[in-house]
């Protein structure tokens, strides 16, 4: 039997920690241009203020980016706590420090982003640990180049397999390969999750957005792209879930890693929104229209309308496609989606299925209910919002724990009781209260079981009893939140 995810991550080891990084990415686009040689670079940190940096020695970094070593230093002498800024050193680059592999291939960039633990490279995971360093990214050629590599081999995974959720770097036969779907070279994982699709969209998006870069939009950008609309449309399943396209089943005692009914999931009533077969935790979905995810969809598709608009000359019409399924997604979010909870009022549910049924709840995983705003799905202010907001970080939401050391949403991923940090990272990236904010900071800083890094999950009541060492989203979103905060 095929190890599952939890199992992979127990006895995964640090890869390549002792690699050195190529020449060109420890220089400024200057020094390159004048054809300066590398220094030799230090190979241990000294301690600040009795902390020792838990960052590999700079000879051991996977990746350097001048602006974002500028950034971190700039941060650190904003923050006053001296734990916080030691923490903020090792969680804000520890994406590049250890998990970026960057290549020029003929060329062309080409980059590949593990999670951390796993040597697998999410599309969601890849696109969320990079996008705190695209505000630095203007003026740092090196940086850009790195984006731009991995923009450009999320399009090949996307036209590979639209329906894998992670893959390996090379076609080799890695990966869960005993699983029961149509898994092909260089796939890892064949879980189909809408957000995989929304976050390569989202980096593009806001690369382009922030750089003015318009060089990434290539025709094998055009075709992923072309290919993520074509799955959207064909996981509305307008013929029923036995004519979808995708099926998916894995021998294992955990119920969530496979999908009921033959692999199709729970039975659905065609209404517009999109299936999910899998959450952005990787759990099975219960119902498979899934919210927060289609929320993204409707975000990422009006993104892509305007790429097109601007940069393709509305490409033949396809901007026009994109928003009317946009249009179609997000009127059926407010006729499926929307529930008037017996205690909470109405709220929006996390799942349905067009017969009328709802489950809700909220999941830690990013996108999730709480997370839109920072999505860009609603204002953090819009009424239902807040009305879901109140409802998912309570008690009315079956995965809201309160404990002695840290208060959060978790998930069945890691079952009862954990705390996953990111929903106090989110929690607080979407409020406007500088109260509520320091208390989420405050929360994830102090249980940390003094590693300096942020977890995936900690139990409510013991910080010392956490799972993943190494998850590099976790890190750089705490330190994309502590830079806006400070």
Known sequence: MKESRRQFIRKSALIGAGAVLAPHLLRSAADVARGETTPELPT????????????????????????????????????????????????????????????????????????????????????????????LAVGDEPLQQMLRGLI?????????????????????????????????????????????????????????????????????????????????REQQRPGGNRNSAYRFQRISPVACETLMLGGYGNPIKPCGLICSSFRPSDDATILPFLIP????AVVSLRQMAEIYDRCFNGGRGFSDMCRTLAAEVDEAIEKHGVVNHPVAGPVYAYETDGYGNHYCMDDANVPSL?????????TPDDPLYLNTRRFIWSHKNPYYFEGKVITGIGGPHQGQ?????????????????????????????ETDAGTGFVHETVHKDDDTRYTRDWFAWANTLFGELIARHV
């Not at 969209?201 to 382009?208: E, F, M, N, T």
């Not at 995810?293 to 993204?296: D, I």
């Not at 009781?417 to 208390?439: C, F, H, Q």
């Open 293 to 296: 995810s289609n929320m993204f």
């Open 44 to 135: 241990t940190i000294p301690p600040v203020n009795g902390f020792q940096s838990r960052r590999p020695a700079p000879a051991d970094r996977r990746f350097v980016s001048a602006s974002v070593e500028r950034f971190i230093e700039d941060t650190v002498r904003r923050i006053k706590d001296p734990k916080l800024a030691w923490q903020f050193r090792n969680c804000f680059p520890c994406t590049l420090d250890t998990t970026v592999f960057h290549t020029i291939k003929n060329g062309i960039p080409d980059t590949y982003v593990i999670t951390g633990d796993i040597d697998a490279m999410w599309l969601r995971d890849s696109s969320a640990q990079v996008f705190p360093y695209l505000r």
């Open 152 to 232: 450009a081999r999320q399009s090949r995974c996307i036209i590979k397999d639209p329906y894998a959720n992670a893959f390996n770097k090379e076609d080799n036969g890695r990966g869960h390969q005993d699983d029961m779907t149509q898994m092909g070279p260089g796939i890892w994982e064949r879980k189909w999750e809408i957000d995989s699709l929304c976050y390569p969209v989202r980096l593009a998006y806001h690369y382009w957005k922030t750089t003015g870069d318009s060089g990434i939009f290539t025709p094998e950008w055009d075709r992923a792209m072309r290919t993520v609309y074509r799955t959207f």
């Open 370 to 378: 709480l997370s839109i705003p920072y999505l860009g799905y609603c």
């Open 417 to 445: 009781d954990n705390v996953w940090p990111m929903s106090l990272i989110m929690y607080a990236l979407t409020s406007g209260d500088n109260k509520e904010i320091d208390r989420c900071i405050g929360m994830v800083s």
